[in-house]
């Protein structure tokens, strides 16, 4: 499966914005959505995930930001709000063919990777 992300760029803090990956494939409903992050000097880290219809969220942004899937799209969406600077990163999303949700939580557990998009927050 391919991945293209989209949606990035440069919003104030308190602002929002949204990620959209879509996924080349017929079988896109077997996969598991996962949206990691990376900041400048780090490593990639969980941001969130949806498998079926469960979703899953890292604890910095619970609450503010929101996985969504549309099937007949092949599209996975990252809705966040509130957008703080520490949410500045480049924003990746993934795929995983019939992973088990302890699986959800770790990139290398990802076989399929989007290109990532630059999510910028200023203040």
Not at 51 to 62: E, G, L, M, P, S
Not at 76 to 82: A, D, E, G, K
């Amino acid at each position: 499966v391919q991945l293209q992300a989209s949606g990035g760029g440069l919003v104030q803090a308190g602002g929002s914005l949204r990620l959209s990956c879509t996924a080349s494939g017929r079988t896109f409903t077997m996969y598991a959505m996962g949206w990691f992050r990376q900041a400048p000097g780090k490593g990639r880290v969980f941001v969130a995930a949806v498998r079926r219809t469960n979703t899953w969220y890292a604890d910095a942004v619970k609450g503010r930001f929101t996985i969504s899937r549309d099937n007949a799209k092949t599209t996975v969406f990252l809705q966040m709000n509130n957008l703080k600077l520490e949410d500045t990163a480049v924003y990746y999303c993934a795929a995983c063919p019939n992973c088990i949700v302890s699986s959800l939580f770790s990139d290398v557990n990802y076989p399929h990777w989007g290109q990532g998009t630059q999510v910028t927050v200023s203040s």
